[in-house]
């Protein structure tokens, strides 16, 4: 019998907002998150609060040098606690109503509530969440299913040779995107699209030699370098959304995050091993090329993401030198949310 013709997922995956609403619970709430470097909460006070697929979250670094994470919302009516990005604080206090926590994440003090018995401050404690590092990474987890280190399956082995923990993080880059979480990863997964979208890395790859594996929890795509590459020729993606590539003298990380069914934002972190002046230009050039490349797949997965809304798309066939990977990526999602149908029958 000839093997069965892989096919890319059907529309809907792309554009249901129920099956994203679904994907928010089975995926993006059980499964870890990278936020970057850890040096971003190396000091006690420091705090990183982002949004996870619609989640507002944040790790702080107690005064004890614990680092901790919650949700960044109060428990009194739901305010946000702190904005977006680094920062530093002693005490957290929420903007609306001044309630006051400490960085142990309890209730310390509601100002001008009034008498009532049955409040407590003790039963009012920020809601926590997991945390975990990895190799100077930071991770969170909402509701996790597994441990971070059975999450990352065989990525350890993967990076095992590379000094990940000597390079700096000096610089990030924000991205938002109008396509689906999926769109953009089904093109971060595959090479094959490189001839069409990205003709400068072509140039300097030999195509012929690109390669992608999928093994236990990532994919992995290899090629050749040509004279006059900046790349390390090693790119990781890692399950459920986030990756990992190498280049001369450092690396980057990203995060792909839902904001929604049909918007898509990525942070880049990017790091280095020679910190020096004298290297200044050749980092920014390294960065540059990198954003370059991202900005490139903006437009073909927009127009894809439209195409896929329009009605017009029928699932086609996917390649087996060059798509395996975005097969194996759409089966993961595919029975996380069976997995999660199976659990509420």
Request: overall charge negative; proline content about 6%; charged content about 25%.
């Amino acid at each position: 019998m000839p093997t069965p013709l892989l096919r890319n997922l059907e529309p809907r995956y792309y554009v249901d907002p129920a099956l994203h609403a679904a994907e928010r619970q089975a995926i993006f709430k059980r499964h870890w998150q990278v936020l970057g470097p850890v040096s971003q909460v190396a000091e006690p006070g420091q705090y990183l609060a982002v949004e996870l697929a619609g989640w507002k979250l944040f790790a702080l670094r107690g005064k004890d040098g614990r680092l901790r994470a919650f949700h960044n919302v109060c428990r009194h009516r739901g305010a946000r606690l702190l904005t977006e990005g680094n920062g530093r604080c002693e005490v957290l206090r929420c903007p609306y109503h001044l309630w006051l926590y400490d960085q142990e994440g309890k209730l310390r003090k509601a100002p001008w509530f009034g008498e009532d018995p049955g409040f407590d401050t003790a039963d009012w404690s920020l809601e926590p969440i997991s945390l975990d590092t990895w190799r100077g990474l930071l991770f969170v987890a909402i509701d996790p299913e597994t441990s971070l280190l059975d999450q990352l399956g065989d990525l350890p082995e993967e990076v095992a040779d590379y000094p990940l923990e000597s390079f700096a993080a000096v610089g990030s880059e924000r991205f938002v995107m109008r396509s689906n979480w999926k769109t953009y990863t089904d093109n971060f997964v595959e090479g094959y699209h490189i001839p069409g979208i990205h003709p400068a890395f072509h140039k300097v790859i030999e195509f012929e030699g690109f390669e992608t594996v999928a093994r236990r929890g990532l994919v992995r795509m290899t090629a050749p370098q040509k004279g006059g590459s900046i790349y390390g020729g090693k790119w990781l993606w890692m399950w459920p959304g986030w990756t990992l590539s190498v280049f001369q003298g450092g690396m980057n990380t990203s995060r792909i995050n839902p904001l929604s069914v049909e918007e898509t934002e990525l942070v880049y972190h990017f790091y280095f091993a020679d910190l020096s002046e004298a290297a200044a230009p050749h980092r920014q050039r390294t960065i540059d090329t990198n954003v370059a490349i991202v900005r490139e797949d903006f437009g073909i997965c927009e127009h894809t993401q439209r195409n896929y809304a329009s009605g017009a798309y029928r699932p086609g066939p996917l390649s087996p030198k060059h798509e395996s990977s975005v097969a194996y990526f759409q089966g993961k999602v595919r029975d996380a949310l069976d997995q999660r149908r199976a659990a509420a029958e």
